[in-house]
């Protein structure tokens, strides 16, 4: 054979190989500047099947590009391999990680966990104690226990039982038919223990080991200390007067504290019943609060049952109390005890407070405008709501040992921040607000001060969220910053109320209808099939 028809023969077998190599340069221009411009359009119209597109397409300019590669090594079979291999680890490479970090996170995966859905009527109590249960009580009367060991563990209740957690949340208090019975949670393990004490008598406080109750047999109540540990012989008991019509032997219904942190009537129709503030907050106080009809109001020594310093407040005297937890203060020596509030109601409306320490006064308020007004007692203040005599112009004021003078949430400092477009919600502490500027921001109820800012990424006006029980959770709607963000994108954040650090922040798409803060940085969320409870 000739020179001239060997080189035909080999320029023959390279161009059999496969496509021409100016075509296959051509192909992979084209493809590239297809991609190219898919990537600019999907970035600015936010379409998710563009951006995939620019993947591909610049995948399959890479293999082009391979098979114009002049040579004939590799073979041209090996080639054609090597170029859809690189092509598909291109496309993939620019594709897979885009689509993994604009998946939302899946709610259901990160909750500890799941029950079925809040309905109306349902409630949900908590601590602001870490790792502590979650009492779910159901409007039918069923109720729930919800730990980080054991999931949600099914009580067993009838009509009428109140349900409870102590105040450090380590005990399930329960009362039904005039008994109580205490109930040891272990968080960490199978939640509820089988160590239980079963006590006569309706509970007015649980302080560490002694449950204070009051029971009432033969027209005579009286109140006990019963040690936990050895309940079946009172610590103490003193006489707690006559039987009332509760208990079956005629008289006037027995009065009992207020619920701490829920607004109330300053002035009720009828004075709150004994087991009325357990069953609103579903949490059992730890100091004992007793109205003696003759003396009035005093507070009780769970140690030994005998009143702590001096009356609290006559019985003449139209008053709501409870006894809270003081607001959080810089590192003093003072003792960090719980703090008793009256807030006490004249003729005209007006309220004025007055603070115990120990039976002891801490402060007294100015008396309020006369007025219509609901009170709220909680970590050592009073928030009044409702409207002044002689205006019909809602509003809101508070009293506090800061101020002797009833003024507005934040007093004049509260004006000076940024204009306030949304409020997440306010405890006797702190308000939670969103601002013009994106903001959340922490404000003491009573000073003004700034106590944290946190930045928002949705519009603050579309904010949903709570506060309570140490937390603050928030659900913002973020508008879409990527062509593979699905459609609605929302952020469930958790943070701590004192300290406003972010405790939990997921990315969802789900349609949630109900979310409420938990102690210990948590969240109940509701959605259309369940309610899951998350962080912790």
Same mark, same amino acid.
């Given at each position: 054979?000739?020179?001239?028809?060997?080189?035909?023969?080999?320029?023959?077998?390279? $161009?059999?190989?496969?496509?021409?190599?100016?075509?296959?340069?051509?192909?992979?221009?084209?493809?590239?500047?297809?991609?190219?411009?898919?990537?600019?359009?999907?970035?600015?119209?936010?379409?998710?099947?563009?951006? &995939?597109?620019?993947?591909?397409? *610049?995948?399959?300019?890479?293999?082009? *590009?391979?098979?114009?590669?002049?040579?004939? $090594?590799?073979?041209?079979?090996?080639?054609?391999?090597?170029?859809?291999?690189?092509?598909?680890?291109?496309?993939?490479?620019?594709?897979?990680? @885009?689509?993994?970090?604009?998946?939302?996170?899946?709610?259901?995966?990160?909750?500890?966990?799941?029950?079925?859905?809040?309905?109306?009527?349902?409630?949900?109590?908590?601590?602001?104690?870490?790792?502590?249960?979650?009492?779910?009580?159901?409007?039918?009367?069923?109720?729930?226990?919800?730990?980080?060991?054991?999931?949600?563990?099914?009580? %067993? /209740?009838?009509?009428?039982?109140?349900? *409870?957690?102590?105040?450090?949340?380590?005990?399930?208090?329960?009362?039904?038919?005039?008994?109580?019975?205490?109930?040891?949670?272990?968080?960490?393990?199978?939640?509820?223990?089988?160590?239980?004490?079963?006590?006569?008598? %309706?509970?007015?406080?649980?302080?560490?080991?002694?449950?204070?109750?009051?029971?009432?047999? %033969?027209?005579?109540?009286?109140?006990?200390?019963?040690?936990?540990?050895?309940?079946?012989?009172?610590?103490?008991?003193?006489?707690?007067?006559?039987?009332?019509?509760?208990?079956?032997?005629? =008289?006037?219904?027995?009065?009992?504290?207020?619920?701490?942190?829920?607004?109330?009537? *300053?002035?009720?129709?009828?004075?709150?019943?004994?087991?009325?503030?357990?069953?609103?907050?579903?949490?059992?106080?730890?100091?004992?609060?007793?109205?003696?009809?003759?003396?009035?109001?005093?507070?009780?020594?769970?140690? /030994?049952?005998?009143?702590? =310093?001096?009356?609290?407040?006559?019985?003449?005297?139209?008053? $709501?109390?409870?006894?809270?937890?003081?607001?959080?203060?810089?590192?003093?020596?003072?003792?960090?005890?719980?703090?008793?509030?009256?807030?006490?109601?004249? %003729?005209?409306?007006?309220? !004025?407070?007055?603070?115990?320490?120990?039976?002891?006064?801490?402060?007294?308020?100015?008396?309020?405008?006369?007025?219509?007004?609901?009170?709220?007692?909680?970590?050592?203040?009073?928030?009044?709501?409702?409207?002044?005599?002689?205006?019909?112009?809602?509003?809101?004021?508070?009293?506090?040992?800061? $101020?002797?003078?009833? !003024?507005?949430?934040?007093?004049?400092? @509260?004006?000076?921040?940024?204009?306030?477009?949304?409020?997440?919600?306010?405890?006797?502490?702190?308000?939670?607000?969103?601002?013009? @500027?994106?903001?959340?921001?922490?404000?003491?109820?009573? !000073?003004?001060?700034? /106590?944290?800012?946190?930045?928002?990424?949705?519009?603050?006006?579309?904010?949903?969220?709570?506060?309570?029980?140490?937390?603050?959770?928030?659900?913002?709607?973020?508008?879409?910053?990527?062509?593979?963000?699905?459609?609605?994108?929302?952020?469930?954040?958790?943070?701590?109320?004192?300290?406003?650090?972010?405790?939990?922040?997921?990315? /969802?798409?789900?349609?949630? !209808?109900?979310?409420?803060?938990?102690?210990?940085?948590? @969240?109940?969320?509701?959605?259309?099939?369940?309610?899951?409870? &998350?962080?912790?």
């Amino acid at each position: 054979m000739s020179e001239d028809a060997a080189g035909d023969d080999r320029a023959g077998t390279r $161009r059999g190989d496969g496509l021409d190599p100016v075509l296959a340069l051509g192909v992979a221009v084209v493809l590239a500047a297809f991609a190219g411009v898919a990537a600019l359009l999907a970035g600015h119209l936010l379409l998710g099947w563009l951006r &995939l597109l620019a993947g591909v397409l *610049a995948g399959g300019a890479l293999g082009a *590009a391979i098979l114009a590669l002049p040579g004939a $090594r590799p073979g041209p079979r090996a080639r054609r391999v090597m170029a859809l291999g690189l092509a598909l680890v291109l496309a993939a490479a620019l594709t897979l990680p @885009a689509v993994r970090a604009a998946r939302p996170d899946d709610l259901a995966e990160r909750a500890s966990t799941r029950i079925a859905p809040l309905a109306e009527g349902d409630a949900v109590a908590s601590v602001p104690v870490a790792g502590s249960p979650v009492l779910v009580r159901r409007a039918d009367g069923s109720a729930q226990l919800l730990t980080p060991g054991a999931g949600a563990v099914q009580l %067993e /209740t009838v009509p009428g039982d109140v349900l *409870a957690l102590s105040a450090d949340g380590t005990r399930l208090v329960q009362v039904s038919a005039g008994v109580t019975r205490v109930t040891e949670i272990d968080p960490a393990s199978d939640g509820l223990l089988q160590r239980w004490s079963e006590v006569a008598g %309706e509970p007015l406080a649980l302080a560490g080991d002694v449950l204070v109750v009051r029971a009432c047999a %033969e027209g005579v109540c009286r109140i006990s200390g019963v040690d936990l540990e050895a309940p079946t012989e009172p610590l103490w008991t003193v006489t707690g007067g006559a039987a009332d019509a509760a208990d079956g032997a005629g =008289g006037e219904a027995s009065r009992g504290p207020d619920p701490v942190g829920v607004s109330v009537p *300053a002035r009720p129709d009828a004075p709150a019943g004994l087991l009325d503030a357990v069953t609103a907050t579903g949490v059992l106080g730890d100091v004992p609060l007793h109205a003696d009809p003759v003396q009035g109001w005093v507070q009780l020594d769970p140690a /030994t049952g005998f009143p702590v =310093g001096q009356v609290l407040a006559t019985p003449d005297q139209d008053c $709501r109390i409870a006894a809270t937890t003081p607001a959080p203060a810089p590192a003093s020596l003072e003792e960090d005890a719980p703090v008793v509030l009256t807030a006490c109601s004249a %003729e005209d409306g007006a309220l !004025t407070v007055t603070a115990f320490r120990h039976g002891s006064v801490l402060w007294t308020s100015d008396p309020s405008p006369a007025g219509d007004w609901e009170v709220r007692l909680e970590d050592g203040r009073v928030l009044a709501t409702g409207t002044e005599a002689g205006t019909d112009v809602a509003g809101e004021i508070v009293a506090s040992a800061e $101020r002797a003078a009833w !003024t507005a949430p934040g007093g004049e400092a @509260a004006g000076e921040i940024l204009t306030p477009v949304a409020r997440i919600g306010l405890d006797g502490s702190r308000m939670v607000l969103a601002n013009d @500027a994106s903001q959340l921001v922490a404000h003491d109820l009573a !000073t003004g001060e700034n /106590t944290w800012t946190a930045p928002l990424l949705g519009d603050p006006r579309a904010l949903r969220g709570g506060l309570g029980a140490g937390s603050v959770v928030v659900l913002e709607r973020l508008p879409r910053e990527r062509a593979l963000d699905p459609r609605p994108l929302q952020r469930l954040r958790v943070l701590d109320a004192a300290s406003g650090q972010e405790l939990l922040s997921l990315r /969802t798409a789900a349609e949630i !209808t109900d979310v409420q803060p938990v102690g210990g940085g948590r @969240a109940m969320v509701t959605t259309d099939g369940s309610t899951l409870l &998350l962080g912790g």
